[in-house]
């Protein structure tokens, strides 16, 4: 693209922001060209968050929580980026069920602010084929492609499959997340020896996290790390 018609483009689009700004997804205020405005994008839930570095819940001190070290999970480190609470969730769910892929770009800047992980590949939590054909596209596979991009880091796409059609989490009790995910995961591509960052939108118990990772271990992944954008407090 020219310098010239760059030019033009910019100016179109900073006219369209000043005739028809977008209103912020959170409280309706302007927000230009942004899915949030400022005040909102600065009071995103759980950015500031010290956390423990294996399952990412937040803890006073940042270091490894006391259930991760009595019971290690199978992966080595999460990263979340926010809480799961307002308007984060309203965001997941417009991007997963209202199609508002335009969120995409935010999700991964605020994601993308972790830094880059110490990994050989990335792959996105996949869906079961059934659930990618209702709703169309794999919202972690969104997230897990720009970031690697970014990372300079490989993308593998369809390098695990999801064999056992799970209920839907959110509908369970957090004590039988972990039995409804087993044995769900199926890894096509080649792990041996890699450190693989895994990619979704939230994280809840971990319970589907944790299987992949196991998943990905039993086929000789070196490492597993987690990037999530939000975690779910633990209830009360």
Not at 16 to 31: D, E, K, T, V, Y
Request: glycine share 10%; aromatic share 6%.
């Amino acid at each position: 693209m020219s310098n010239q018609v760059l030019g033009w483009r910019v100016w179109l689009e900073a006219g369209a922001n000043i005739l028809f700004p977008q209103q912020c997804f959170a409280c309706g205020a302007p927000s230009g060209s942004e899915v949030l405005c400022p005040v909102c994008a600065a009071g995103l839930p759980g950015a500031d968050l010290l956390r423990c570095p294996c399952c990412a819940l937040p803890v006073p001190d940042g270091v490894t929580c006391g259930s991760c070290l009595r019971e290690p999970p199978p992966f080595e480190r999460t990263v979340a980026a926010l809480d799961y609470g307002f308007p984060v969730d309203r965001l997941v769910h417009a991007l997963k069920y209202g199609h508002r892929l335009a969120i995409t770009r935010l999700f991964v800047d605020r994601m993308a602010a972790a830094g880059v992980p110490e990994a050989d590949l990335v792959v996105p939590l996949p869906l079961h084929v059934s659930r990618l054909r209702s709703r169309g596209f794999n919202q972690a596979a969104e997230l897990g492609r720009a970031l690697a991009r970014r990372w300079g880091i490989p993308f593998v796409c369809d390098g695990i499959e999801r064999d056992v059609n799970t209920v839907p989490q959110a509908g369970l009790p957090w004590k039988d997340r972990a039995a409804n995910v087993s044995g769900a995961f199926r890894v096509t591509t080649r792990v041996e020896g890699l450190r693989v960052v895994v990619v979704d939108d939230v994280m809840t118990t971990g319970a589907t996290l944790a299987e992949l990772a196991r998943t990905l271990k039993g086929v000789g992944a070196l490492s597993v790390e987690n990037r999530v954008l939000a975690r779910t407090p633990p209830p009360g």
